[in-house]
């Protein structure tokens, strides 16, 4: 392996497949929720797990467990099986050798099992909560075709009334609201940046788009795809923030409330995605 490989998550099967089947299996399993819970405002399913989420995250608040050989642990468990037995504490255990049909928790009956179980589980939490390995955002290619696309609705970070939504971000409205793409530019360039949007919600506010080096506000139309401005990106990994100034409309409702994507356009390409038929 090569000196940076992180080594391998497993064990190996080589006894086994030699006839040396006894002894116990020591992996435990970690189970876990995609629906992450975090006391963040607005936080949902879809929200990036920025540093705000995560500091806002309690280890009893979460939809996880722990699997080993002969036990489950289940914190704050699904209870939409019929005739499920009743949490404990917010926990379920089983013996999963004896009771497979997980029909009697004996979280109560096994203290010390049960204590060491949790003490790895929220070990095992954690661990995941403060790496900088989990919970990642996308980083987005730029630079690297003549029309990049960074999509609206998957941002690195989220600010004040930011919502996320599938396939959307809604509710940027004023100051204080912000989404954050992480991209990692390939050539370093001018590039004109497109915002596409599912509605005309935001027709009349007064956006702010920043890079690294430059800044350039606009105020948005009624198009669907519009031409934003001119941001010049250097070369390597960097952030692009898109913030709403002032609503300029007579709606006190403006808002983008379905941004789906931001297209990068080197400037010299002579690429129009307006009068082109990009798949959208």
């Known amino acids: 392996m090569p000196p940076q490989h992180k080594g391998l998550d497993g064990f190996s099967l080589t006894g086994y497949l030699e006839g040396k089947v006894t002894g116990s299996n020591p992996r435990q399993t970690y189970i876990a929720s995609h629906d992450v819970i975090s006391n963040k405002p607005h936080f949902n399913q879809w929200t990036p797990i920025d540093k705000k989420a995560k500091q806002l995250m309690q280890f009893q ?39 497979p049909l997980e029909q009697t928790n004996i979280f109560e009956q096994h203290p010390d099992i049960s204590a060491q179980l949790v003490k790895n ?16 955002t996308p980083v987005y290619q730029v630079g690297n075709y003549p029309v990049s696309v960074v999509n609206g609705f998957g941002p690195s970070a989220t600010t004040g009334n930011v919502i996320s939504q599938a396939h959307q971000l809604t509710n940027l409205k004023q100051r204080g609201d912000s989404a954050t793409y992480q991209v990692r530019v390939h050539k ?3 590039y004109k940046i497109f915002v596409e949007q599912n509605n005309q919600d935001s027709v009349g506010l007064q956006v702010r788009v920043s890079g690294p080096s430059s800044t350039f506000d606009y105020q948005l139309n009624e198009n669907k795809l519009q031409l934003a401005g001119t941001l010049f990106l250097p070369k390597g990994q960097t952030e692009i923030t898109l913030e709403p100034l002032s609503n300029n409309s007579i709606k006190p409702w403006t808002a983008i409330n379905g941004l ?19 798949p959208r």
Request: glycine fraction near 4%.
């Open 61 to 99: 608040q979460q939809l996880i467990g722990l699997r080993t050989e002969k036990y489950k642990l289940l914190l704050n468990p699904a209870m939409d099986r019929p005739n499920y037995p009743a949490p404990s504490k917010q926990f379920l255990m089983f013996d999963m050798q004896k009771d």
């Open 260 to 278: 789906r994507r931001l297209y990068f356009v080197t400037a010299d390409s002579g690429e129009d995605p307006v009068n082109s038929d990009y």
């Open 188 to 190: 370093a360039t001018n």
């Open 121 to 136: 589980l929220r070990g095992k939490f954690h661990a995941l909560l403060n790496s900088q390995h989990t919970y990642l």
